[in-house]
């Protein structure tokens, strides 16, 4: 990422989340106690504790280490969910109640040993609103039914909350799941090796690295900066959303796959879209257009961007799409959400597909909007036309302050083809000059 998108990621924080001012601190550690003080020479053992301490305004520092949590730390069972953290304390506008790591200290919780039977676990449930969380890992997330589920690292239910460098990893879990809710930003975050192997045929058809399935005025919610990689369904997944949903700057690679390269569930990098089986009678009116911007699909099982039957149209606008299954699918379906047509309404602008695979398919092109694309430029791409081309780039480390790694794969080189070669999006290019198409800028 370049330094001006890094920058414009930290802005873009400062507004979202305000200013803080003076507040009471709560200190949580692996060897702390929740009979203890709550202070940092005495800190409690549990987040869930640490809630009925704070309020508006307050933090919580989460020590380093690994918190290996059992049944017993489950904080409230409910029909067939097992919540193992409930976060339902609400902050206020310009006071949220947040749960930073602690300095530079990594705490990881280990789920691994959480397993009620039958029952759905969520390792976060975060039901209140104001609400921020900052450099959590979780891993191990359990599936312990048979049949049709689906366990969570981090569910949203609240308003106005910040999900940030946060990591689920390693679990049978989907990342990141937004159902309620509005003006929630998840940023800079990573979901990654997460496959459940248990329930229905094993394939793990449920577990995206980020979904987001809002209500009817669940508007306002944004994926920013956040990496899905080896999720054995699909890497970012809005299907049944009711009001739009976007995803920015967000890279999805290899889902769909295990890291043995195994071929699991469906394996789209970014879903936008599509309803299901749903009656047209159930349908949102207007359908939303979700909206896909400067992010990368790379390696993914089946296509790296696509509509997935939308009755409507989307925006994608500078994405980097490579080696998928199919690149750009925009497969369609008319308003009755039962005939599948080639998809209409949707505006492509400034996207790059390299090298020419299978490209844009399902499209229906005269009801679309398309400019400053590679393929639909004469631009003669060739690997020179790139500063790098190795795909291991895509997890190097995230830069201190969260944001994504810097990165060759992909990138324009300086004065090539792909630079200056866009058409105008809506936001001017930087300095004046015109887009340059796909996701990356070329480095300075």
């Not at 400062?14 to 702390?32: D, F, H, K, N």
């Not at 789920?111 to 890992?137: I, M, N, Q, T, Y």
């Not at 699991?264 to 599509?274: I, V, Y």
């Not at 300086?414 to 887009?435: F, H, M, R, S």
Request: glycine share 14%.
């Amino acid at each position: 990422m370049s330094t001006c998108q890094r920058v414009g990621f930290t802005l873009a924080l400062l507004v979202t989340v305000g200013s803080y001012g003076t507040a009471a601190e709560v200190y949580v550690s692996p060897t702390g106690s929740d009979d203890a003080t709550g202070t940092l020479e005495r800190p409690f053992a549990t987040i869930q504790r640490a809630q009925a301490a704070v309020g508006p305004g307050d933090t919580v520092f989460v020590r380093g280490g690994t918190y290996k949590l059992t049944e017993s730390d489950i904080a409230r069972k409910h029909r067939i969910w097992a919540y193992v953290t409930e976060l339902s304390k609400s902050g206020e506008r310009g006071k949220p109640i947040r749960y930073f790591a602690y300095k530079d200290e990594r705490p990881v919780f280990d789920l691994s040993a959480v397993k009620p039977a039958g029952l759905r676990v969520d390792a976060f449930f975060v039901s209140g609103s104001w609400v921020h969380l900052r450099g959590l890992e979780v891993t191990g997330v359990q599936v312990t039914a048979k049949g049709h589920t689906q366990s969570i690292g981090f569910e949203n239910g609240g308003s106005h909350n910040v999900y940030e460098r946060l990591t689920v990893r390693d679990g049978q879990a989907i990342g990141f799941y937004i159902t309620r809710g509005s003006d929630n930003l998840v940023l800079n975050c990573d979901a990654h090796n997460n496959h459940d192997a248990t329930s229905e045929d094993g394939k793990g058809g449920n577990v995206d690295g980020f979904g987001c399935h809002p209500p009817k005025g669940g508007t306002g919610n944004v994926f920013r900066g956040c990496r899905a990689w080896l999720n054995s369904d699909d890497g970012f997944d809005c299907i049944s959303a009711h009001e739009p949903v976007v995803f920015d700057h967000c890279w999805a690679f290899r889902n769909g796959y295990s890291a043995k390269g195994e071929r699991l569930a469906d394996g789209n990098g970014f879903k936008a879209g599509g309803y299901g089986s749903a009656p047209a009678a159930r349908l949102p009116d207007p359908i939303p257009r979700h909206v896909v911007r400067f992010c990368l699909a790379v390696g993914n099982k089946n296509s790296g961007f696509y509509a997935n039957h939308h009755p409507g149209g989307c925006d994608w606008v500078n994405n980097t799409a490579s080696r998928n299954g199919a690149d750009f699918n925009m497969l369609g379906r008319k308003a009755d959400n039962t005939t599948d047509v080639d998809g209409y309404g949707h505006k492509l602008v400034n996207n790059l597909i390299y090298p020419p695979r299978r490209g844009v398919v399902r499209m229906d092109a005269t009801k679309c909007e398309l400019a400053g694309n590679s393929f639909t430029l004469d631009l003669k791409l060739t690997d020179k036309s790139f500063a790098g081309l190795d795909e291991a780039e895509l997890t190097r480390a995230r830069w201190a302050d969260g944001g994504l790694p810097d990165i060759s794969l992909l990138r324009p080189v300086a004065g090539g083809p792909l630079v200056g070669a866009g058409t105008d999006a809506g936001a001017p290019a930087k300095g004046g000059e015109k887009p340059n198409v796909g996701a990356l800028d070329p480095k300075p």
